[in-house]
Structures are given as structure tokens and as C-alpha cells.
């Protein structure tokens, strides 16, 4: 696993406050601290070269990772870019995922009827469009296979 790989690799530096993921402050009073700990740790597996941004490169290559085709990267960055740096910081990251993740949620509620709290192939493929990603089925189906 790349992503295994880099966390090894990765100095345990601190660079400045905001790019500290290990013990990331504390962006939002209204988040969970320990949602905001999940997201961070999914931000570290997204900076692949771990310098505390996700930009082009880390993206391509971590959606490569995951099986996903690279032009999915470049509509994530510009729509998540809110400072338009083109690159997300951890905080623009927690923002935007936040955000959408609302919609998530009641597009969730409503397909998973059963309420097993699994997610299925549909629900899989709507959560990466509601994050501006246009997942195929077959792509879809990879992920869900790891
Ligand atoms: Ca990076
Ligand atoms: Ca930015």
C-alpha cells in the first residue's frame, strides 16, 4: 500500500500550526473532535507526499491508488480550492467535505431503506458526485472490492 508507505516515510516535523495533521487544531466548534480527527487522517492518506496540501499530484496519484482515473482530480481541487492557492489545505478539506457531506447524509437516509448502514454500489456512486466526482459503474464497483 502507497499510502502505508508515505505514513513511514512522512518526518514527524512540524512545519507551522496549520499543516500540523497529528494534532490538527481545532477548525470548527461545531465538529465532533473526533470527526474532525477522521477527516484529517483521510486528508494525510490524500497528501501523498505529505506536506500538509492536497494538490494535482497528490490527488492523481492517490485516486490512481484507489483505481479511480486521474480527471476526477482537477474538478475536486478547483471546487474545493476556496482560496484558489490550487492546492486544499486541510482546512479548506474539512470545509468542503462538511459541507457536502449534508447532502450526503439526506441522500443517504433516503436510499438506504433497509437501515443496515451499508453502502451499496448506488450510494457509492452518489456520494462521489455530491463531492464533484463523476464515478462510472465499473469504477464504482472496484472501490467497493478493496
Ligand atoms: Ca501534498
Ligand atoms: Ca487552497
Known sequence: MVADMKLVVKPHIAISTDTTIGKAPHY??????????????????????????IDIHDLSEALREFGLHHRYAQSFIERADANKSSDISLA???????????????????????????????ELI????????DVEVNEAKKLLQR
Do not use: C, T
Open 28 to 53: 470548527f466548534d461545531e465538529l465532533p473532535h473526533d470527526e474532525e480527527l477522521r477527516l484529517a487522517n483521510l486528508f494525510k492518506v490524500l497528501d501523498v507526499d505529505g506536506n500538509g496540501k
Open 92 to 122: 479548506e478539506f474539512i470545509q468542503y467535505v462538511r459541507d457536502h457531506e449534508k447532502n450526503l447524509r439526506l441522500g443517504f437516509s433516503h436510499l438506504d431503506r433497509n437501515k443496515d448502514g451499508k453502502v451499496d454500489l448506488e
Open 126 to 133: 452518489m456520494a462521489f458526485k455530491e463531492l464533484g466526482v
